[in-house]
Every structure is written in structure tokens, then in C-alpha cells.
T-cell receptor
Framework: AQKITQTQPGMFVQEKEAVTLDCTYD???????LFWYKQPSSGEMIFLIY??????QNATEGRYSLNFQKARKSANLVISASQLGDSAMYFC????????????FGGGTRLMVKP | GAVVSQHPSWVICKSGTSVKIECRSL??????MFWYRQFPKQSLMLMAT?????????EQGVEKDKFLINHASLTLSTLTVTSAHPEDSSFYIC??????????????FGPGTRLLVL
């Protein structure tokens, strides 16, 4: 069974500062993918970034980067230069390549950016 | 990126009625679609996996007779909440699995449907 844990239910960050959202996972699979999604109040799920379990380099997408520490089974999301529009729920998710490609989601972190 | 639509975006209905939610992949064919339910301030919970041309696979605890899923074509899956009750009020989100073009296989999410049962 897979499990995703996001230990921060809510976080504040000052505008223009960087923030790290934590995500740890538990799986016995060797091949898997890790995703981060943003969910604003409108409800849509917006894909942010992906990290494969065999990727040696940390993924980056614009202001988003993923701090992947495989031995610790953590995949923290770093958002640099926070903007007011970054205020939203953020979900970490894992896809097992051996489990029908389903996504398992963490409980989410609500990020609030202060002006 | 690929586009997935859901219709309707909002539904308010009386207890006992059935509600159908459509999920469409607009610019790609999706052999697999997923249905999630999200209660307020909670995470997404997978309800079922919908495969084109075959029966859906339901997660443990999800009543298949309550939540009917039909995946009649490569671009359309429907979720019907039968005899809806107030406890079925939730945010329902579908996602469609895009054809794999590399290591990253992405599920594209629809905008969601908010169901309120009175």
C-alpha cells in the first residue's frame, strides 16, 4: 500500500519569499512518480511538477522545484519568490507504476501568501 | 496541455433524485478515466477507475450501485449518483489519462462538479 503524508495543514509565507511544502511517502515499489498539484478555491487541479523515482536530478519548473530525497522518501515542493496568486491548497501525489497508474494523494497543505 | 471538461459544474438537487456528471477529454483519447470525490477541506479520494469498454473498478467502500460509471467512448465517462442523499454532497472531480509520451504520464483533471443535495 502507498501512503502520502503532508504534515503541514496550513502555512503562511510573506510575498516574495521562498517556501517549502513538505511531503513524505511510503511505498515498496521501485518505480514510481511523484507529483505536486495546486488547487485554488475554484477547485481545479493544476499540475505543477513531476519527479520520477529514477531521476537523478531534482525537477524544476519555473518558480517550482522539487527537493527529492529518495533515501528519506521525501519530495518537498519549493516555491521561490511567492506571489499572492500562489495562495491555494497544494497536494502531493504518488503514482505507482505497478498499481494501474492510480494517483494517491496526500492530505494537502493550505498556503497563504501575505502581502 | 490536454483539456478535460466536466458538466455540469454545479448541481443542486432534491434528495432521492439521480444526477449524471459527464467527463470529456476534448483533444485526446482516454482509455482510462478516474473519478474522485473531495469533501470540504479534505484531500481527493479515488472512487473508481473507468476503462473504456469495460466495467469500472471501484475502490473499497464505494458502492457501485450508488455510483454508476459508464465509459462508453474514448472521450466520455459518466458518473451517475443514484438516489442522491445529503451525505452525497461533495465535489466530484474526474481525470483522464493522456497517452504516454515519456516517463511522465500525466492525468489531466477536469474542473470538478459541485453537488449539493437538499
Amino acid at each position: 500500500a502507498q501512503k502520502i503524508t503532508q504534515t503541514q495543514p496550513g502555512m503562511f509565507v510573506q510575498e516574495k519569499e521562498a517556501v517549502t511544502l513538505d511531503c513524505t511517502y511510503d511505498t515498496s515499489d521501485q518505480s514510481y512518480g511523484l507529483f505536486w498539484y495546486k488547487q485554488p478555491s475554484s477547485g481545479e487541479m493544476i499540475f505543477l511538477i513531476y519527479q520520477g523515482s529514477y531521476d537523478e536530478q531534482n525537477a524544476t519548473e519555473g518558480r517550482y522545484s522539487l527537493n527529492f530525497q529518495k533515501a528519506r522518501k521525501s519530495a518537498n515542493l519549493v516555491i521561490s519568490a511567492s506571489q499572492l496568486g500562489d495562495s491555494a491548497m497544494y497536494f502531493c501525489a504518488m503514482r505507482s507504476n505497478n498499481a494501474g497508474n492510480m494517483l494517491t494523494f496526500g492530505g494537502g497543505t493550505r498556503l497563504m501568501v501575505k502581502p | 496541455g490536454a483539456v478535460v471538461s466536466q458538466h455540469p459544474s454545479w448541481v443542486i438537487c432534491k434528495s432521492g433524485t439521480s444526477v449524471k456528471i459527464e467527463c470529456r477529454s476534448l483533444d485526446f483519447q482516454a482509455t482510462t478515466m478516474f473519478w474522485y470525490r473531495q469533501f470540504p477541506k479534505q484531500s481527493l479520494m479515488l472512487m473508481a477507475t473507468s476503462n473504456e469498454g469495460s466495467k469500472a473498478t471501484y475502490e473499497q467502500g464505494v458502492e457501485k450501485d450508488k455510483f454508476l460509471i459508464n465509459h462508453a467512448s474514448l472521450t466520455l465517462s459518466t458518473l451517475t449518483v443514484t438516489s442522491a442523499h445529503p451525505e452525497d454532497s461533495s465535489f466530484y472531480i474526474c481525470s483522464a489519462r493522456a497517452p504516454r509520451t515519456g516517463p511522465q504520464e500525466t492525468q489531466y483533471f477536469g474542473p470538478g462538479t459541485r453537488l449539493l443535495v437538499l
